[in-house]
């Protein structure tokens, strides 16, 4: 049991960290210094006050820049890195006393697992932008933390249940993907097509 509640952790936390990696870390380390979860090998140090406050702050910031057309989808980009590595730094963390033989190909998975979830959050706000207008966007970003809030939940209270949810979320985003890759290849094919036919005319 005490393996399959590890598991839930892993993929739980590893896929909250490609959506929002800052709320990940300071919900993780609030639940471990409130006693809610024990989490595995040196994932404890999110407890510190400074990694919580530093979070927190970062959270703050990502708050409101993910509610704004574009901006959003610059801060992705700049995560397009941060975000995974962060996933695959909580699984190489956690599986501290299986040592490397283990938490290399640990956070392998977690990584993987994290630039999934970043993906598909990054290419929906893309498509979203299509249509720059703030309440969309504000609406995806508040859905996008409650989403992550509700996974740590799941980590906390039912970490089985959050492995299930996070494997079919996987297996969803394969298909989720594939479709938003046409759609946005159409709609700004459409725009390129529209300004190089603008600058053909002058």
Do not use: C
């Not at 952790?9 to 490609?18: F, I, K, N, R």
């Not at 970062?58 to 993910?66: G, I, K, P, T, W």
């Not at 079919?168 to 298909?175: A, G, T």
């Amino acid at each position: 049991m005490e393996i399959l509640n590890s598991l839930g952790v892993l993929l739980g936390s590893s896929w909250a960290s490609g959506v929002n990696l800052y709320l990940t870390i300071a919900g993780l380390g609030i639940a471990q210094r409130m006693n809610w979860i024990d989490l595995p090998g040196n994932l404890e140090v999110l407890s510190h006050p400074l990694v919580i406050l530093t979070a927190a702050l970062l959270y703050a910031v990502e708050f409101v820049a993910d509610k704004v057309p574009y901006v959003d989808s610059a801060w992705d980009s700049i995560h397009t890195a941060i975000r995974p590595i962060g996933g695959a730094a909580l699984g190489y963390m956690a599986m501290a006393q299986a040592g490397p033989t283990l938490q290399i190909p640990v956070a392998l998975l977690t990584g993987t697992i994290a630039a999934d979830s970043h993906i598909t959050k990054a290419t929906t706000r893309a498509a979203i932008n299509t249509s720059p207008e703030p309440v969309t966007n504000s609406i995806a970003s508040i859905t996008e933390d409650l989403s992550v809030a509700g996974v740590l939940y799941l980590v906390i209270q039912h970490p089985i249940i959050a492995s299930i949810v996070v494997i079919v979320f996987v297996l969803f985003s394969i298909w989720f993907l594939k479709k938003m890759f046409k759609f946005l290849k159409k709609a700004f094919g459409w725009l390129f097509g529209t300004a190089k036919e603008a600058k053909t005319t002058n």
